[in-house]
């Protein structure tokens, strides 16, 4: 995974193997409608009503390297579809954005949390960035966004999607997007996760998170900091950027949560777990701190990016779980 653009160089990690867990294949997707579904009206998406003798972009208990090309819109994506995927049962859809420098494949095989969220039964689609950026853009509006936008329409034409349980996730400035999207079409995503960033980027109205950080991060410091980042709305002042504590305090008073202190509970020696359910309807807010953590994704098996990796907890089954208490 890489790292956050100007808070350390890219994380020279080594390509990874390509997911063992699910057989791979490689597509295209070609369409042409450009609107967008949110979360109100119908839970299934279009996609419930294709012939069931229609052909799937990837098959159920695979995943797909698959391309888009949607008028102006075109790039590359993996999509892995559940082995029991059912046109009949809307399935959730999980974005997964990787961090500066990295690649689907790679983030992919690194954290496993396609594989292990097709196997809970979700849709999971780990995009490429599509600009000259060495990682995703800081902008919920922008040409990744736009992208993102096509593909959204594309699945749901083509995979029976419960529209009301569309999720962001991500890594390192693949969280920055996570959340700046989410926050730029609340109507349209149901709930965000974080790994090592959790700024509070734009949202108007309550949203549900699940963040996780590591005490150690040197990339995007958990403490408030002087490291200088092109990312809007966390400044301090003109000389420092907030911290995790300060961020969280920012999503706890977006999603109106009472009272503002947590209860927090103890996991393991490494991770403490932190969390405001008393929150606006719909909405919860829920933090792990790992200590000594650094900026890595926990439970990965593989080095991921800088520092420790706690093995006490699994982000994959954390995020998975969370997501799934929205469906």
Same mark, same amino acid.
């Given at each position: ?68 090309? &949607? ?26 954005? *990787? ?28 995009? &490429? ?165 650094? *900026? ?14 706690? &093995? ?11 997501? *799934?208490?929205?469906?």
């Amino acid at each position: 995974m890489g790292l956050l653009t100007l808070a350390l160089p890219v994380d020279p990690t080594p390509s990874a193997a390509a997911v063992a867990a699910v057989g791979t294949s490689t597509t295209t997707a070609t369409s042409t409608t450009t609107t967008t579904t949110g979360l109100t009206g119908s839970t299934g998406s279009t996609g419930c009503h294709r012939s069931a003798s229609a052909p799937l972009p990837v098959a159920p208990g695979r995943s797909g390297t698959l391309s888009l090309n &949607q008028g102006t819109v075109t790039g590359t994506y993996a999509l892995t579809v559940p082995p029991t995927y059912n046109k009949n049962q809307p399935a959730p859809l999980i974005f997964l954005f *990787h961090g500066d420098g990295d690649n689907p494949g790679d983030f992919s095989a690194k954290t496993n949390f396609p594989a292990q969220g097709a196997r809970a039964g979700d849709l999971v689609v780990v995009p &490429q960035n599509q600009g000259p950026e060495v990682g995703f853009q800081y902008s919920g509006r922008g040409t990744d966004a736009t992208f993102v936008n096509s593909l959204i329409n594309a699945l749901m034409r083509s995979y029976c999607v419960n529209q009301r349980a569309v999720f962001t996730s991500g890594f390192s400035s693949g969280a920055a997007f996570a959340i700046l999207y989410a926050c730029a079409h609340q109507s349209q995503i149901r709930a965000i996760a974080t790994v090592a960033v959790d700024y509070q980027l734009g949202c108007t109205r309550p949203e549900p998170l699940l963040a996780l950080h590591g005490t150690a991060d040197p990339a995007v410091t958990y403490q408030n900091n002087t490291i200088g980042s092109q990312l809007p709305g966390i400044k301090l002042d003109a000389n420092s950027v907030k911290g995790t504590v300060r961020n969280m305090a920012d999503w706890v008073k977006l999603d109106r949560c009472r009272p503002k202190t947590p209860t927090v509970t103890r996991i393991g020696s490494q991770v403490s777990r932190s969390r405001w359910l008393s929150c606006a309807p719909g909405t919860s807010v829920t933090f792990y701190t790992i200590s000594g953590g650094g *900026h890595e994704w926990p439970g990965a098996k593989v080095t991921t990016g800088v520092g420790f990796t706690t &093995q006490q907890i699994s982000a994959n089954t954390l995020i998975i779980n969370f997501f *799934h208490s929205f469906t």
